[in-house]
């Protein structure tokens, strides 16, 4: 039994060595995160970060200011605690139902699905609490998607976060950018959203780490035995 802000619950372990085969979609995708976006793909395509949950948000922050105001040990204090947590847990299941929704659908799309280490990332300190809230909630959704994954058989790449969003997508120029810069401009001529510039990168890096493969996504000859075999033998640990 596990105690929770609005109950107790009966936790079940389940589906532990699932697998199911899926027929190759022969796609592969880059993923850039975002503090605009919940992310940008490498086709261009953008998942938002839910309007319900960023309202959960704001009402959770609300909540937690009402607690400090309270005088400490009073009945009103409790009180707002209480609220406090339930909404807390209300904002938690929420968040984790839209990464396992998400994860389950890029995954279930795309044969490798590349995206930012972003463990390394969060070595640089900051403080501010919409990027933190972000990095928890995308470090979530990166779980689903591994977990998706193994149940698929599909393969995920996790590519180090430099200079994914500097570099031109098209020639591999340095491309300067300030993070307001929203554009990304070169003088190849390749004009693009910055962040899908990002996943392109994203998605370039990942197949380059998983070798001569990339040649069988580019041909569209893809053998899933093959696949499954070199890929997944190179990427599990
Ligand atoms: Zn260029």
Known sequence: MVCRADGYYAQFCVDVNRREVLEPTQKTIGLDVGLNHFYTDSQGGVVENPRYLRKSER??????????????????????VKRLARKHLKVSRQR?????????????????IAYEDLKV????????????????????????VEYF??????????????????????CGTLVKKALSTRTHIC???????????????ILALGLSRV?????????????????????????SH
């Open 121 to 144: 990332r969060n070595m640089v300190k900051n403080h501010k609490l919409a990027k933190s809230i972000s990095d928890a909630s995308w470090s979530m959704f990166r779980d689903w």
């Open 149 to 170: 994954a193994r149940v698929f058989g599909k393969v995920t790449v996790a590519v180090p976060p430099h200079y994914t969003s500097q570099n031109c997508s098209t």
């Open 59 to 80: 009402k959770l922050k609300k909540l937690q200011r009402k607690v400090s105001k309270r005088k400490k040990g009073s009945a009103n204090r409790r009180k707002a």
């Open 211 to 235: 070798g001569h493969t990339q040649t069988h996504y580019a041909c569209g000859e893809i053998d899933k035995s093959q696949v499954d075999a070199s890929l997944l033998g190179k990427l």
């Open 96 to 112: 984790k139902d839209f990464a396992v929704k998400t994860a389950r659908c890029v995954v279930r799309s795309n044969d490798l």
């Open 187 to 201: 003088k190849c001529g390749c004009l693009l959203d910055r962040d899908h510039n990002a996943a392109l990168n």
